[in-house]
Protein backbone atom coordinates (compact mmCIF):
# COMPACT_ATOMS: atom_id res chain seq x y z
CA UNK A 1 0.00 0.00 0.00
CA UNK A 2 1.57 3.78 -1.16
CA UNK A 3 1.57 6.24 1.60
CA UNK A 4 -1.07 8.66 2.14
CA UNK A 5 1.92 11.55 1.42
CA UNK A 6 3.09 10.16 -1.52
CA UNK A 7 -0.17 9.20 -3.59
CA UNK A 8 -0.47 12.75 -4.41
CA UNK A 9 2.55 13.51 -6.00
CA UNK A 10 2.62 10.01 -7.82
CA UNK A 11 -1.05 10.93 -9.13
CA UNK A 12 0.95 13.96 -10.60
CA UNK A 13 3.76 12.29 -11.80
CA UNK A 14 1.45 9.90 -13.66
CA UNK A 15 -0.69 12.85 -15.24
CA UNK A 16 2.13 14.51 -17.03
CA UNK A 17 3.62 11.17 -18.34
CA UNK A 18 0.01 10.72 -19.33
CA UNK A 19 -0.23 13.89 -21.06
CA UNK A 20 3.62 13.46 -22.62
CA UNK A 21 2.46 10.29 -24.35
CA UNK A 22 -0.90 11.46 -25.50
CA UNK A 23 0.45 15.07 -26.89
CA UNK A 24 0.20 14.29 -30.55
CA UNK A 25 -3.50 13.88 -29.81
CA UNK A 26 -4.12 16.87 -27.25
CA UNK A 27 -4.71 19.46 -28.88
CA UNK A 28 -8.24 19.67 -30.29
CA UNK A 29 -9.50 18.26 -26.61
CA UNK A 30 -7.41 21.17 -25.32
CA UNK A 31 -8.48 23.79 -27.36
CA UNK A 32 -12.08 22.57 -27.09
CA UNK A 33 -11.86 22.85 -23.40
CA UNK A 34 -10.60 26.74 -23.64
CA UNK A 35 -13.16 27.72 -25.77
CA UNK A 36 -15.86 26.03 -23.65
CA UNK A 37 -14.30 27.58 -20.84
CA UNK A 38 -14.68 31.05 -22.43
CA UNK A 39 -18.05 30.32 -23.12
CA UNK A 40 -19.30 29.71 -20.33
CA UNK A 41 -19.78 32.94 -19.25
CA UNK A 42 -22.03 33.56 -22.37
CA UNK A 43 -24.08 30.58 -21.75
CA UNK A 44 -24.85 31.91 -18.14
CA UNK A 45 -25.74 35.05 -19.68
CA UNK A 46 -28.36 33.70 -22.12
CA UNK A 47 -30.12 31.44 -20.09
CA UNK A 48 -30.50 34.80 -17.37
CA UNK A 49 -32.75 36.09 -20.38
CA UNK A 50 -34.80 33.05 -20.23
CA UNK A 51 -33.40 30.67 -22.56
CA UNK A 52 -33.16 27.03 -21.92
CA UNK A 53 -29.40 25.31 -21.12
CA UNK A 54 -29.38 23.39 -24.34
CA UNK A 55 -30.33 26.79 -26.33
CA UNK A 56 -28.27 28.52 -24.40
CA UNK A 57 -25.34 26.22 -25.06
CA UNK A 58 -26.14 26.35 -29.12
CA UNK A 59 -26.26 29.97 -29.16
CA UNK A 60 -22.79 30.54 -27.45
CA UNK A 61 -21.09 28.09 -29.37
CA UNK A 62 -22.41 29.69 -32.70
CA UNK A 63 -21.34 32.95 -31.35
CA UNK A 64 -17.52 31.40 -30.38
CA UNK A 65 -17.20 29.79 -33.93
CA UNK A 66 -19.15 32.58 -35.71
CA UNK A 67 -16.49 35.06 -34.20
CA UNK A 68 -13.71 32.62 -35.18
CA UNK A 69 -14.85 32.06 -38.88
CA UNK A 70 -15.54 36.50 -39.80
CA UNK A 71 -11.93 36.56 -38.41
CA UNK A 72 -10.51 33.85 -41.00
CA UNK A 73 -12.63 35.09 -43.70
CA UNK A 74 -11.07 38.68 -42.62
CA UNK A 75 -7.66 37.45 -42.33
CA UNK A 76 -7.15 34.86 -44.93
CA UNK A 77 -7.81 37.46 -48.16
CA UNK A 78 -5.48 40.05 -46.62
CA UNK A 79 -2.84 37.71 -45.30
CA UNK A 80 -3.32 36.38 -49.30
CA UNK A 81 -2.82 39.40 -51.01
CA UNK A 82 0.21 40.23 -48.65
CA UNK A 83 1.76 37.04 -49.41
CA UNK A 84 1.42 37.87 -53.29
CA UNK A 85 2.87 41.58 -53.08
CA UNK A 86 5.91 39.65 -50.96
CA UNK A 87 6.72 37.49 -53.51
CA UNK A 88 6.09 39.28 -56.72
CA UNK A 89 9.30 41.72 -54.61
CA UNK A 90 11.75 38.76 -54.29
CA UNK A 91 13.30 40.16 -57.31
CA UNK A 92 13.97 43.37 -55.80
CA UNK A 93 14.53 41.64 -53.11
CA UNK A 94 17.41 39.19 -54.59
CA UNK A 95 18.83 42.82 -56.13
CA UNK A 96 19.16 44.91 -53.11
CA UNK A 97 21.43 41.51 -51.90
CA UNK A 98 23.50 41.66 -54.97
CA UNK A 99 23.71 45.36 -55.07
CA UNK A 100 23.69 46.93 -51.77
CA UNK A 101 24.07 44.49 -48.93
CA UNK A 102 26.61 41.85 -50.47
CA UNK A 103 29.33 44.85 -51.69
CA UNK A 104 28.67 46.51 -48.00
CA UNK A 105 29.66 43.11 -46.19
CA UNK A 106 32.75 42.60 -49.24
CA UNK A 107 33.40 46.43 -47.92
CA UNK A 108 33.40 46.40 -44.21
CA UNK A 109 34.47 42.52 -43.33
CA UNK A 110 38.13 40.91 -43.56
CA UNK A 111 37.14 38.24 -46.42
CA UNK A 112 37.91 38.11 -49.53
CA UNK A 113 34.88 38.52 -51.52
CA UNK A 114 34.42 39.21 -55.49
CA UNK A 115 32.45 41.97 -56.79
CA UNK A 116 29.16 41.54 -56.11
CA UNK A 117 27.55 44.72 -58.02
CA UNK A 118 28.77 42.69 -61.12
CA UNK A 119 25.74 40.08 -62.51
CA UNK A 120 27.92 37.82 -63.83
CA UNK A 121 30.36 37.45 -61.06
CA UNK A 122 26.83 37.24 -58.57
CA UNK A 123 25.39 34.72 -60.90
CA UNK A 124 28.74 32.60 -61.23
CA UNK A 125 29.01 32.54 -57.23
CA UNK A 126 25.37 30.95 -56.37
CA UNK A 127 25.85 28.32 -59.72
CA UNK A 128 27.08 25.69 -57.82
CA UNK A 129 24.56 26.38 -55.03
CA UNK A 130 21.40 25.96 -57.37
CA UNK A 131 21.69 22.44 -57.30
CA UNK A 132 21.49 21.96 -53.29
CA UNK A 133 18.57 23.98 -53.52
CA UNK A 134 17.41 22.03 -56.09
CA UNK A 135 17.87 19.05 -54.03
CA UNK A 136 16.00 20.77 -50.51
CA UNK A 137 13.23 22.05 -52.22
CA UNK A 138 12.80 18.22 -53.38
CA UNK A 139 13.27 17.15 -49.78
CA UNK A 140 11.16 19.77 -48.63
CA UNK A 141 8.05 19.19 -50.96
CA UNK A 142 8.55 15.06 -50.30
CA UNK A 143 8.19 15.42 -46.50
CA UNK A 144 5.12 17.51 -47.03
CA UNK A 145 3.90 14.41 -49.22
CA UNK A 146 4.74 12.10 -46.66
CA UNK A 147 3.32 14.20 -44.04
CA UNK A 148 0.29 14.79 -45.57
CA UNK A 149 -1.59 11.64 -43.78
CA UNK A 150 -0.12 13.91 -40.73
CA UNK A 151 -1.84 16.65 -42.05
CA UNK A 152 -5.22 14.94 -42.89
CA UNK A 153 -5.14 13.33 -39.66
CA UNK A 154 -4.49 17.03 -37.51
CA UNK A 155 -7.43 18.49 -40.06
CA UNK A 156 -9.91 15.57 -38.96
CA UNK A 157 -9.00 16.46 -35.23
CA UNK A 158 -9.90 20.08 -35.64
CA UNK A 159 -13.12 19.48 -37.30
CA UNK A 160 -13.68 17.99 -33.61
CA UNK A 161 -13.90 20.65 -31.99
CA UNK A 162 -17.00 22.25 -32.37
CA UNK A 163 -18.68 18.70 -31.19
CA UNK A 164 -15.88 18.01 -28.24
CA UNK A 165 -16.66 22.09 -27.40
CA UNK A 166 -20.81 21.76 -27.38
CA UNK A 167 -20.29 18.77 -24.96
CA UNK A 168 -18.17 20.24 -22.58
CA UNK A 169 -20.34 23.43 -22.68
CA UNK A 170 -23.33 21.27 -22.12
CA UNK A 171 -21.81 19.27 -19.83
CA UNK A 172 -19.63 22.24 -18.07
CA UNK A 173 -21.62 22.38 -14.58
CA UNK A 174 -22.02 18.43 -13.97
CA UNK A 175 -18.25 18.06 -14.44
CA UNK A 176 -17.59 20.61 -12.10
CA UNK A 177 -20.31 18.97 -9.56
CA UNK A 178 -18.22 15.62 -10.11
CA UNK A 179 -14.47 16.88 -9.51
CA UNK A 180 -16.18 19.01 -6.44
CA UNK A 181 -17.63 15.75 -5.17
CA UNK A 182 -14.63 13.54 -5.57
CA UNK A 183 -12.22 16.19 -3.43
CA UNK A 184 -11.15 14.69 0.00
CA UNK A 185 -13.43 16.14 2.50
CA UNK A 186 -10.61 17.51 4.85
CA UNK A 187 -8.82 19.15 2.07
CA UNK A 188 -12.35 20.76 0.14
CA UNK A 189 -11.83 24.10 1.74
CA UNK A 190 -8.36 24.47 0.71
CA UNK A 191 -9.12 22.87 -2.84
CA UNK A 192 -12.12 25.05 -3.76
CA UNK A 193 -10.40 28.35 -2.40
CA UNK A 194 -7.21 27.52 -4.47
CA UNK A 195 -9.15 26.69 -7.86
CA UNK A 196 -11.40 30.16 -7.44
CA UNK A 197 -8.27 32.02 -7.47
CA UNK A 198 -6.83 29.91 -10.30
CA UNK A 199 -10.22 31.08 -12.31
CA UNK A 200 -9.32 34.21 -11.35
CA UNK A 201 -6.02 34.55 -12.35
CA UNK A 202 -6.63 32.91 -15.73
CA UNK A 203 -9.51 35.11 -16.30
CA UNK A 204 -7.49 37.98 -15.82
CA UNK A 205 -4.70 37.22 -17.68
CA UNK A 206 -6.43 36.01 -21.00
CA UNK A 207 -8.20 38.93 -20.46
CA UNK A 208 -4.80 41.20 -20.38
CA UNK A 209 -3.23 39.34 -23.09
CA UNK A 210 -5.90 40.19 -25.38
CA UNK A 211 -6.24 44.18 -24.71
CA UNK A 212 -1.91 43.52 -24.86
CA UNK A 213 -2.18 42.22 -28.43
CA UNK A 214 -4.50 44.63 -29.49
CA UNK A 215 -2.84 47.85 -28.29
CA UNK A 216 0.59 46.05 -29.55
CA UNK A 217 -0.80 45.26 -33.30
CA UNK A 218 -2.74 48.90 -33.34
CA UNK A 219 1.18 50.12 -32.10
CA UNK A 220 2.79 48.29 -34.68
CA UNK A 221 0.29 48.89 -37.60
CA UNK A 222 0.22 52.69 -36.85
CA UNK A 223 4.67 53.01 -36.62
CA UNK A 224 4.85 50.88 -40.12
CA UNK A 225 1.75 52.94 -41.89
CA UNK A 226 3.81 55.86 -40.88
CA UNK A 227 7.23 54.54 -41.94
CA UNK A 228 5.59 53.70 -45.26
CA UNK A 229 4.97 49.71 -45.41
CA UNK A 230 2.59 48.62 -47.55
CA UNK A 231 1.78 45.59 -45.25
CA UNK A 232 1.77 47.27 -42.10
CA UNK A 233 -1.62 46.61 -41.29
CA UNK A 234 -1.16 42.82 -41.79
CA UNK A 235 2.19 43.03 -40.42
CA UNK A 236 1.26 45.07 -37.48
CA UNK A 237 -1.80 43.09 -35.97
CA UNK A 238 0.01 39.66 -36.55
CA UNK A 239 2.64 40.63 -34.59
CA UNK A 240 -0.02 41.68 -32.03
CA UNK A 241 -1.58 38.65 -32.25
CA UNK A 242 1.50 36.61 -32.33
CA UNK A 243 2.45 37.79 -28.68
CA UNK A 244 0.43 35.82 -26.64
CA UNK A 245 3.68 33.81 -27.28
CA UNK A 246 6.21 36.24 -25.74
CA UNK A 247 8.78 37.25 -27.94
CA UNK A 248 7.04 35.48 -31.07
CA UNK A 249 5.26 38.38 -31.95
CA UNK A 250 8.39 40.29 -32.01
CA UNK A 251 10.62 38.15 -33.68
CA UNK A 252 8.53 37.06 -36.19
CA UNK A 253 7.31 40.63 -36.79
CA UNK A 254 10.36 42.32 -36.91
CA UNK A 255 11.64 40.24 -39.88
CA UNK A 256 8.49 39.91 -42.02
CA UNK A 257 8.79 44.20 -41.64
CA UNK A 258 12.36 44.43 -42.40
CA UNK A 259 11.73 42.13 -45.44
CA UNK A 260 8.77 44.02 -46.86
CA UNK A 261 11.34 47.24 -46.06
CA UNK A 262 14.10 45.67 -48.02
CA UNK A 263 11.35 45.05 -50.94
CA UNK A 264 9.56 48.42 -50.87
CA UNK A 265 12.22 50.55 -50.51
CA UNK A 266 16.32 48.97 -50.78
CA UNK A 267 17.47 50.97 -48.59
CA UNK A 268 18.99 51.27 -44.88
CA UNK A 269 17.11 54.46 -43.21
CA UNK A 270 13.70 52.64 -43.73
CA UNK A 271 15.15 49.48 -42.28
CA UNK A 272 16.49 51.33 -39.20
CA UNK A 273 12.85 52.91 -38.72
CA UNK A 274 11.43 49.55 -38.97
CA UNK A 275 13.74 48.59 -36.14
CA UNK A 276 12.35 51.41 -33.76
CA UNK A 277 9.20 51.10 -34.51
CA UNK A 278 9.75 47.88 -33.09
CA UNK A 279 11.85 48.76 -30.57
CA UNK A 280 9.16 51.16 -29.36
CA UNK A 281 6.64 48.19 -29.33
CA UNK A 282 8.81 46.28 -27.50
CA UNK A 283 9.78 48.96 -24.67
CA UNK A 284 5.81 49.75 -24.52
CA UNK A 285 4.80 46.47 -23.86
CA UNK A 286 7.11 45.51 -21.82
CA UNK A 287 7.01 48.47 -19.40
CA UNK A 288 3.77 49.99 -19.78
CA UNK A 289 1.09 47.88 -21.20
CA UNK A 290 2.04 44.52 -19.63
CA UNK A 291 2.65 45.80 -16.30
CA UNK A 292 -0.66 48.30 -16.33
CA UNK A 293 -2.95 45.70 -18.22
CA UNK A 294 -2.27 42.41 -17.43
CA UNK A 295 -0.10 43.19 -14.10
CA UNK A 296 1.66 40.96 -11.93
CA UNK A 297 -1.11 38.14 -12.31
CA UNK A 298 1.39 35.37 -12.76
CA UNK A 299 3.72 36.70 -10.38
CA UNK A 300 7.48 35.21 -13.06
CA UNK A 301 9.90 37.30 -13.33
CA UNK A 302 11.52 37.42 -17.65
CA UNK A 303 13.54 34.76 -16.70
CA UNK A 304 11.32 32.28 -15.55
CA UNK A 305 9.06 32.90 -18.52
CA UNK A 306 11.56 32.34 -20.87
CA UNK A 307 12.72 29.11 -18.93
CA UNK A 308 8.89 28.01 -18.95
CA UNK A 309 8.06 28.71 -22.28
CA UNK A 310 11.38 26.20 -23.31
CA UNK A 311 10.80 23.91 -21.16
CA UNK A 312 6.92 23.24 -22.23
CA UNK A 313 8.14 23.05 -25.53
CA UNK A 314 11.17 20.87 -24.88
CA UNK A 315 8.36 18.48 -22.99
CA UNK A 316 4.86 18.93 -24.71
CA UNK A 317 5.96 21.02 -28.07
CA UNK A 318 3.89 23.53 -29.19
CA UNK A 319 0.94 22.29 -26.98
CA UNK A 320 3.66 22.88 -24.09
CA UNK A 321 4.62 26.32 -25.61
CA UNK A 322 0.86 27.24 -25.65
CA UNK A 323 -0.09 26.14 -21.93
CA UNK A 324 3.39 27.50 -20.31
CA UNK A 325 2.43 30.13 -19.41
CA UNK A 326 -1.71 29.39 -18.29
CA UNK A 327 -0.10 26.42 -16.53
CA UNK A 328 2.85 28.13 -14.93
CA UNK A 329 0.07 30.60 -13.67
CA UNK A 330 -2.02 28.06 -11.86
CA UNK A 331 1.10 26.09 -10.60
CA UNK A 332 2.38 29.82 -9.16
CA UNK A 333 -1.01 30.08 -7.34
CA UNK A 334 -0.68 26.58 -5.51
CA UNK A 335 3.05 27.70 -5.06
CA UNK A 336 2.09 30.41 -3.17
CA UNK A 337 -0.28 29.13 -1.30
CA UNK A 338 2.38 26.05 0.00
CA UNK A 339 4.94 28.95 0.66
CA UNK A 340 2.23 31.44 3.05
CA UNK A 341 0.48 28.70 4.53
CA UNK A 342 2.14 25.92 4.86
CA UNK A 343 6.40 26.84 5.08
CA UNK A 344 5.70 29.94 6.72
CA UNK A 345 3.78 28.53 9.83
CA UNK A 346 5.12 25.09 9.99
CA UNK A 347 7.76 24.13 12.42
CA UNK A 348 10.62 24.35 10.56
CA UNK A 349 10.69 27.58 9.58
CA UNK A 350 8.62 29.31 13.29
CA UNK A 351 10.79 27.17 15.60
CA UNK A 352 13.15 28.76 17.93
CA UNK A 353 16.36 27.44 18.85
CA UNK A 354 16.86 25.80 22.63
CA UNK A 355 17.67 28.03 24.85
CA UNK A 356 21.42 27.97 25.92
CA UNK A 357 22.27 26.20 28.64
CA UNK A 358 22.68 28.47 32.25
CA UNK A 359 26.22 27.39 32.94
CA UNK A 360 27.94 27.62 29.30
CA UNK A 361 29.01 30.95 28.19
CA UNK A 362 26.94 33.55 25.99
CA UNK A 363 27.78 33.27 22.94
CA UNK A 364 29.38 36.39 21.19
CA UNK A 365 27.02 38.04 18.13
CA UNK A 366 27.86 38.02 15.10
Not at 205 to 216: A, H
Request: glycine share 8%.
Amino acid sequence: MIPLKWQFPLLLLLLAVAVWLLSPILFPFIFSLVLAWMGVPLVRRFERWGLKHDNAVLLALAVLFGGLILGLLILIPLLWMQLSSLVDGVPRFLIWIRETALPWLALHLPIDVMNFSDREHFEAWIEPYKKEIGNAAASLIGTITRSSGAVLAFVSNMLLVPLITFYFLRDWNAILSKLHQSIPRPYEATVVRLSRESNSVLGGFIDGQFRVMLCLGALYAGGLWLVGIESAMLIGFLSGALNFVPYMGFVVGIVLAAIASIIQFGDIQHLIWVVVVYGIGQFTESFILTPRIVGDRIGLNPVMVIFVLMAGGLLFGFLGVLLALPVSAVLNVVFKYLYEERYLKSRMYVALPPAPNADSPPRPDV
